[in-house]
Each structure stands twice: as structure tokens, then as C-alpha cells.
Nanobody
Framework: QVRLVESGGGFVQAGGSLRLSCVAS????????MGWFRQAPGKDREFVTA????????FAASSLRGRFTIFRDNVKNTMFLQMNGLKPEDTAIYYC??????????????????WGQGTQVTVST
């Protein structure tokens, strides 16, 4: 079993930045990918970005490239999401996910095995 704990969410003005963290733990943590999803009120959970845990290769929703960056610290089993130029439409609960995921289905919510509890990000105008 893998436990994921997010942190770093909060309230920020438009144009600001936040960095989210996700710490993974478990007796035998070994997954192919970790990623970030988000869910705004009344909307489906959507893919943000993901990283291959071994190679560091990244995947990102095309609409978010250039503003959001994913990176990891393998030693600390920690993944990060650096968010710059935040917009009010980025307001959502951000979830950390992990699993053995087919890269061709990286943006597919059911493909992911483990989820964190989520952290709220609110961007004001």
C-alpha cells in the first residue's frame, strides 16, 4: 500500500505562485509514475501533469505547459508541483496520484492506483 500526503495549498492572488508537495510512503513504495490532478467545484477531476519516477520524463496537460512544472526528489520520495502565473480558473483541489500507469493513458483517472487526500488552491482576482 502507498500513502500520499499533499501540502502547500493555500490562497494566492492572480499572478502569484505556489509550490505543492506530495510525500509518498509505504512498506514497498515502487511505482512507475506519480502525478497531479485537480478538481474544481462541479467539474470532473482533470489531469495536470505527471512524471516517470525512474527516468524523470514528464507529461503535462497542453493548456498548462509553461506555467506548471513537476519535479521529484527520489531520495525523499517527494514530488513537487511548481505553479506560476496562477489564474482564478486554477482554483481547485489538487490531488497527488501514484501508480503503474501506461504512459499512453497517463491522463486517465481510473488508471492511477493511489490518491492523496487533496489540497485546496484558491486564486483570487
Amino acid at each position: 500500500q502507498v500513502r500520499l500526503v499533499e501540502s502547500g495549498g493555500g490562497f494566492v492572488q492572480a499572478g502569484g505562485s505556489l509550490r505543492l508537495s506530495c510525500v509518498a510512503s509505504g512498506s514497498s513504495f515502487s511505482v512507475s509514475h506519480m502525478g497531479w490532478f485537480r478538481q474544481a467545484p462541479g467539474k470532473d477531476r482533470e489531469f495536470v501533469t505527471a512524471i516517470n519516477w525512474n527516468s524523470g520524463s514528464t507529461f503535462a496537460a497542453s493548456s498548462l505547459r509553461g506555467r506548471f512544472t513537476i519535479f521529484r526528489d527520489n531520495v525523499k520520495n517527494t514530488m513537487f508541483l511548481q505553479m506560476n502565473g496562477l489564474k482564478p480558473e486554477d482554483t481547485a483541489i489538487y490531488y497527488c496520484a501514484a501508480g503503474d500507469v501506461d504512459p499512453l493513458k497517463i491522463d486517465n483517472v481510473p488508471m492511477w492506483d493511489f490518491w492523496g487526500q487533496g489540497t485546496q488552491v484558491t486564486v483570487s482576482t
